[in-house]
């Protein structure tokens, strides 16, 4: 008996939502209309083809980072313990190529002043001093500022010597020097524009001239060239502009 009821309230139920479905198939709705789940709707509309957005463009990091700046001043004051202090003046030739000329004043290193004067034995010239020109080449950085170079520096360097211990003895000397030495080293690189290097130079002096005579017979001088080791520790203090 239970079985039957639940069949005939499926049965009736069945019927009842039969008979309250305005339609089950597109043709029995009027015009345009069609049926969805027993009603008779209007199809909807098309819609135009979309406006494309934008695609998003992964904006990606200049090769050079941080761009070198058009110029910079600096000067190399550990040359006071050395060959000379440093001053010179840079120029960008190139995105991240960097030439310069600079000035090397030889009689303020100390360094220079002890192997000149034979550990303080001789006397010196104060007009000792060296000028040239430099190349360096920056390598990219996307992350930071900061720049790993490479380069080499030329030179130009004369510088005078005597000694007055015995008056029957006193000699005189001059020379000059063309200097080629390759370059290496890390730039730091802050905000302010200010850059410090450090790095080595290391290469060789090739003597064009080292002559030297007696006070008392000053016709016949003495030849002495020669080629010696010339390097120095970079420890460079500067100024970009135009970054």
């Known amino acids: 008996m239970n079985k039957l009821l639940v069949c005939l309230s499926l049965t009736v139920a069945f019927f009842v939502q039969f008979s309250s479905a305005q339609c089950t198939k597109d043709i029995e709705c009027k015009g345009n ?32 980072g941080t761009p070198m700046g058009s110029g910079a001043f600096y000067m190399n004051l550990s040359g006071l313990f050395q060959f000379g202090p440093i001053f010179g003046f840079g ?11 600079h000035w090397r004043y030889s009689s303020l290193g100390l360094l220079y ?20 020109s430099g190349i360096r080449y920056f390598f990219p950085n996307e992350k930071k500022p900061h720049r790993l170079y490479v380069g080499g520096l030329f030179e130009y360097g004369w ?24 370059n290496g080293g890390f730039r730091f690189r802050f905000d ?23 006070l008392n017979n000053p016709s016949v001088t003495y030849d002495q060239r020669g080629a010696t080791f010339f390097g120095m520790l970079e420890f460079t203090l500067g100024w970009e502009f135009g970054r």
Request: charged share 25%.
């Open 159 to 182: 510088g005078k010597t005597q000694n007055l211990a015995e008056e029957n003895w006193e000699w005189k000397s001059e020379d000059a020097q063309i200097i080629i030495a390759p």
């Open 113 to 132: 002043v002890v192997l000149a004067t034979d550990g303080f034995e001789d006397e010196m010239s104060m007009g000792c001093m060296a000028a040239g």
């Open 33 to 64: 209309r069609i049926c969805v789940e027993g009603v008779c709707v209007e199809p909807k509309e098309e819609s135009g083809p979309s406006e494309s957005l934008p695609t998003p463009t992964n904006e990606t990091t200049p090769p050079d």
């Open 91 to 101: 120029i960008r030739v190139a995105p991240n190529l960097i030439i310069d000329a």
């Open 192 to 214: 302010s524009n200010f850059f410090l290097n450090l790095g080595v130079l290391a290469g060789v002096a090739i003597d064009v001239k080292n002559e030297w005579w007696y």
